[in-house]
């Protein structure tokens, strides 16, 4: 039974820094993309980050590029999201994904991923 579980969210100021934390489980996490999403009350679920396998491929949202980096440790069977220069834009819930398809590099779209963490809720003040 495949597993996500983020931890690392909570309340900073703009201008502030949190790092997320996704630890996975049930499926052989060194062989499948990765991915955070993030959805804000009233509006669709977006697409944040992702990373592929081997950590060496990522892709970001022009809205966080500069300023997120998602990584992983295969070791620890872990996704980290480092948030940088927040923004009371970013508050949302973010939302941890693996791939469906292993080896394969997925990319911005939700489909692409079958497997969803519960969500952490991040909230920027001004």
């Known amino acids: 039974q495949v597993q996500l579980v983020e931890s690392g969210g909570g309340l900073v100021q703009a201008g502030g820094s949190l790092r997320l934390s996704c630890a996975a489980s049930?499926?052989?996490?060194?062989?499948?993309?990765m991915a955070w999403f993030r959805q804000a009350p009233g509006k669709e679920r977006e697409f944040v980050a992702t990373?592929?396998?081997?950590?060496?491929?990522?892709l970001y949202a022009d809205s966080v590029k500069g300023r997120f980096t998602i990584s992983r440790d295969n070791a620890l069977n872990t996704v980290y999201l480092q948030m940088s220069s927040l923004k009371p834009e970013d508050t949302a819930v973010y939302y941890c994904?693996?791939?469906?398809?292993?080896?394969?590099?997925?990319?911005?779209?939700?489909?692409?991923?079958?497997?969803w963490g519960q969500g952490t809720q991040v909230t920027v003040s001004s």
């Open positions: 994904a693996q791939a469906s398809i292993i080896y394969f590099v997925a990319g911005p779209r939700p489909n692409e991923y079958a497997y």
């Open positions: 049930g499926r052989t996490f060194s062989s499948i993309s």
């Open positions: 990373i592929s396998r081997n950590g060496e491929r990522t």
